[in-house]
């Protein structure tokens, strides 16, 4: 049913609250029942309603399956137990020896998953500039198997032209998996831009109130989907359906948070600009921002997450971090209520040493939909102790 609802010419606003979420056939309930049930009864053996075990196939997991699939404009849906474990799915795809070229700013835990478990398993990985698109032409390895990209990339932000990068790696028979948890799909969809894959965290914006850990897949191509489902099946890392309800429930409200995040990201943005006490702000409407074109070009709007360096240093990122009221201190980002956090110490530790590491000054954050006034009221106190 996802399938024919993204054919049925719905806006992303009417999509969010009705894709794979018809009234329930049994009892009219408008919102999906969370079918807590593992098992399902058969008539004979084999003959069935759709489900059987709730590892394979669960009518929760559907309806956001259904949702999510439909908003980011793709044919297929999977669901997963976060989104580090849809990756995991996702790196499966790859042969023993095909390398992944990782763009060179990325979330701390997926560059863990791929230096540290999958390459030691034989699968190499380099870590690649995806925005000089003829330095990645000349650079190109054989071997590559898949590209995998953020945009905006976590932390800094820097967002890359997801058309030309696919253009480059299906001429050279790669896959383009992109990450677009920082985005979402209603300020952005990768499918419609070449991507194969999209990716998501759904334990930040998609969720959207800091209570479910999610992950999340979408994609067109019929035989990826096949393959990605068996793994999801025999991998067994699937959502609980309550973690799929929290997640179908987060999304129905994705339109109008994102616009309220967005919104109270140009505030921040706005005081943080200029301040004596910043030396850079990182935020991909900024004309200077590496990869504003391509932003300005594939997404609605610039995002709700804003990050800046400090003029003094480690210590003064570490003081304004520990200042804020509002903005509570701690990782993750995407949900109603502001976050800040050091990415070096915090999301990015494991990057220390890494091409992916992140400046020692950087602070970041996740800007929530409280009164944009209180929350600059707060990020300008808390500057005063830089
Ligand atoms: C961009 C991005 N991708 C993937 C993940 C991993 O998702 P999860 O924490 O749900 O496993 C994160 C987590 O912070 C992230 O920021």
């Known amino acids: 049913m996802g399938e024919e609802q993204t054919q049925s010419g719905w806006a992303f606003e009417t ?7 018809p009234p329930d056939a049994a009892t009219g309930a408008v919102v999906p029942p969370i079918s807590l049930a593992t098992t399902f009864a058969q008539r004979e053996v084999g003959v069935h309603q759709g489900y059987e075990y709730s590892r394979s196939g669960n009518p929760t997991r559907t309806a956001v399956e259904q949702q999510v699939a439909a908003l980011e404009t793709a044919r297929h849906g999977l669901a997963f137990a976060s989104g580090l474990a849809a990756e995991d799915n996702v790196l499966r795809l790859l042969r023993q020896g095909q390398r992944v070229l990782l763009g060179n700013d990325a979330y701390g835990g997926t560059f863990r998953l791929i230096s540290k478990v999958w390459q030691p398993l034989g699968f190499p990985w380099t870590a690649v500039d995806l925005s000089d698109i003829d330095a990645l032409v000349a650079a190109w390895p054989d071997d590559t198997g898949m590209v995998w990209l953020e945009s905006p990339t976590n932390p800094l932000l820097t967002c890359f032209d997801i058309e030309a990068v696919a253009s480059v790696a299906h001429a050279r028979g790669a896959l383009v998996v992109v990450d677009n948890t920082f985005a979402t799909p209603y300020l952005q969809q990768p499918v ?9 965290s759904a ?3 998609l969720g959207g109130h800091s209570d479910v850990v999610g992950g999340f897949l979408a994609l067109d191509d019929d035989d990826l989907a096949e393959r990605l489902r068996f793994t999801q099946n025999a991998a067994g890392a699937v959502p609980s359906p309550f973690d799929c309800y929290l997640v179908l429930r987060g999304v129905k409200t994705l339109a109008v948070r994102m616009d309220r995040h967005c919104q109270n990201a140009r505030a921040v943005v706005d005081l943080l600009i200029g301040h004596p006490a910043v030396s850079r702000v990182l935020y991909p409407q900024l004309p200077d921002h590496l990869g504003h074109a391509a932003a300005a070009k594939q997404m ?20 304004v971090a520990a200042a804020t009221e509002l903005f509570t201190l701690a990782e993750s980002l995407g949900a109603v209520e502001s976050l800040i956090e050091h990415p070096g110490a915090m999301t990015h530790a494991s990057a220390a040493g890494s091409p992916l590491e992140v400046p020692p000054d950087l602070i970041r954050l996740s800007v929530g939909i409280e009164h944009g006034a209180d929350l600059v009221a707060d990020l300008a106190q808390s500057l005063e102790r830089a």
């Open 15 to 21: 999509l969010a609250i009705h894709a794979g979420q």
């Open 192 to 200: 419609t831009l070449g991507a194969d894959i999209v990716v998501h």
């Open 203 to 205: 334990t930040k914006y």
């Open 300 to 319: 609605r709007d610039y995002g709700g997450m804003v990050s800046f360096t400090l003029r003094g240093g480690e210590a003064s990122a570490r003081r």
